[in-house]
């Protein structure tokens, strides 16, 4: 068997799951915890990846061009490495704060594949709750209160699944995710 044929087996029925939703509302912890119930997977956590611009780097509010620039290139380059991975025969789970567009971007880039997309909407009382817990600052909990406002009003146009976590634990959550992607 060739290295491409292998690659193609390997591809065919791994996943690509896109977990997002406000600053707060457990997309790293259910990634992370979803990522390690399969023996390979990889979590690439888009802020990290838009980190890695150290010179003009820009927050994401207030919304610029170049915001628009550098969330779509951070965009890319998970969608690239994502396909690297699946390449080799990994599952994927990608955590990012994503809109509309950037939704798309993934979906296109993504339609030939098994790709599932999952929104994390707790209550914002249990996302400043959480916050309260880490001991975040204040802006970051405004950030967050601003998020879930846009998530909520928006999450009927976006092509998501929503899970409301506020009244579940981190394995509830994971559990519920895994049997919607699993079968």
Do not use: W
Request: charged fraction near 25%; include cysteine; aromatic fraction near 8%.
């Amino acid at each position: 068997m060739t290295i491409d044929a292998l690659n193609h087996t390997q591809e065919e029925g791994n996943i690509i799951c896109l977990i997002t939703g406000p600053m707060g509302s457990g997309k790293s912890s259910v990634s992370n915890a979803l990522a390690k119930k399969f023996e390979r997977s990889a979590v690439i956590e888009v802020d990290k990846l838009r980190g890695m611009i150290k010179g003009g780097f820009v927050r994401p509010s207030p919304y610029t061009e170049e915001v628009d620039l550098q969330l779509s290139l951070s965009a890319k380059n998970a969608c690239d490495m994502a396909n690297n991975f699946l390449e080799k025969g990994f599952n994927v789970f990608i955590d990012a704060v994503v809109g509309r567009k950037l939704l798309e971007q993934y979906s296109n880039f993504f339609k030939d594949k098994n790709f599932k997309a999952f929104l994390l909407l707790p209550s914002l009382e249990t996302v400043l709750a959480r916050f309260d817990d880490r001991g975040d600052y204040v802006e970051l909990r405004e950030r967050a209160t601003e998020l879930h406002k846009i998530f909520s009003e928006k999450q009927d146009q976006l092509n998501l699944q929503t899970i409301d976590s506020s009244d579940q634990t981190l394995e509830e959550t994971v559990e519920q995710i895994y049997q919607k992607i699993t079968t």
